[in-house]
């Protein structure tokens, strides 16, 4: 069977025609699998939701209960069969209930990673390379710039920083699901036991990590109602990225800007963020991570999407791998 018979892009998405479903459609669908619960991956509206027990719990979260049609937790590396074709769910190290999803069907097995990171991370399943035909990987950071550090080093610098600047509150930008959660469990494993103030909008998903199972330690509301300005001195407080840039920001003491991002290796990114402290810590797999992985997949062919898709597509070539990009749209890097 030909690839682009069993998987192939369509405006809302990647489409498969003999089981009739999209994998993260862009727009409502009838039949949808999803690989994690990021907005630009997970949508509201479709008919029926196949994804993760924690995907669905997210989008649940995020969306409210009716926000798909019917749903059907996936079970990691369960098979499950859709109008005759074989689909797999696997972990994808991306965040809470990410997962990459294998498709089979006459023979051929292509595998849709979503977003993937490679690091080891304590709030999520490892990404497990799956052998297949075609992979379909994301480029977000694809080109060889792109080399993250440790993130235990990036931590450290913020630590270091709460240190040498006791009287200042420490702002970090962090997207609401995976990164958020994901810099407190580096806190936490860093030996930092003071609490954690975190802004309201990460409220829910940090609960609904503990209550998975994954110690955030003790979190509280990143608010003056019960505090004054002086009480925030010495503190590391957590929100979104877009909070800082608004009033919400101000009522700390002498607030240093920080931003955990893959996006924080480019300097000037951090100086228009008017970032003082970049902390390089990315949810997304490096260049050497994209290249490593192709490799350990052992696919013939790679399909590369939402990034920096030319510099890997060209990679592919130079090691005798075909390739090409998907050129999808409507994917955005909420995970960075």
């Not at 630009?40 to 049609?69: C, N």
């Not at 490679?118 to 709030?123: C, E, G, L, M, P």
């Not at 696919?299 to 030319?310: K, S, Y």
């Amino acid at each position: 069977m030909r690839a682009r018979d069993l998987l192939h892009p369509r405006p809302e998405g990647l489409y498969c025609p003999p089981g009739d479903f999209f994998i993260d459609p862009v727009r409502p669908v009838g039949r949808a699998l999803i690989t994690h619960g990021h907005s630009d991956h997970a949508r509201a509206g479709h008919g029926a939701v196949l994804a993760t027990k924690e995907t669905l719990d997210i989008m649940g979260l995020r969306y409210g209960d009716g926000f798909a049609g019917s749903t059907q937790a996936a079970k990691l590396g369960e098979k499950i069969a859709i109008n005759g074709v074989s689909v797999t769910f696997h972990p994808a190290g991306h965040v809470l209930g990410s997962a990459q999803i294998a498709v089979a069907h006459n023979g051929t097995c292509i595998v849709a990673s979503g977003d993937y990171k490679r690091q080891a991370d304590a709030t999520c399943a490892p990404f497990e390379p799956v052998a297949c035909d075609v992979f379909i990987t994301e480029a977000t950071f694809g080109l060889p710039v792109f080399r993250h550090p440790p993130d235990s080093d990036e931590i450290a610098r913020l630590l270091k920083s709460v240190r040498q600047f006791p009287e200042s509150a420490h702002l970090v930008g962090a997207y609401a699901l995976g990164k958020a959660q994901r810099v407190m469990r580096l806190l936490r494993e860093a030996g930092f036991d003071q609490p954690i103030h975190i802004h309201g909008a990460l409220a829910k998903l940090s609960a609904y990590y503990q209550s998975r199972g994954i110690d955030l330690g003790e979190l509280q509301p990143a608010t003056l109602e019960d505090n004054t300005k002086a009480d925030f001195a010495g503190a590391i407080v957590i929100g979104p990225p877009s909070a800082f840039a608004d009033r919400w920001a101000r009522r700390f003491p002498e607030p240093i800007a920080c931003f955990a991002s893959g996006w924080m290796r480019i300097r000037q990114r951090a100086k228009q963020r008017g970032v003082e402290l970049p902390l390089i810590i990315s949810d997304h797999a490096d260049w050497d991570e994209l290249t490593r992985t192709i490799r350990e997949t052992g696919a013939r062919e790679v399909w590369v999407t939402h990034g920096r898709e030319e510099a890997l597509v060209r990679w592919c070539e130079l090691s005798g791998i075909a390739a090409r990009p998907l050129h999808l749209v409507g994917y955005e890097d909420e995970g960075d």
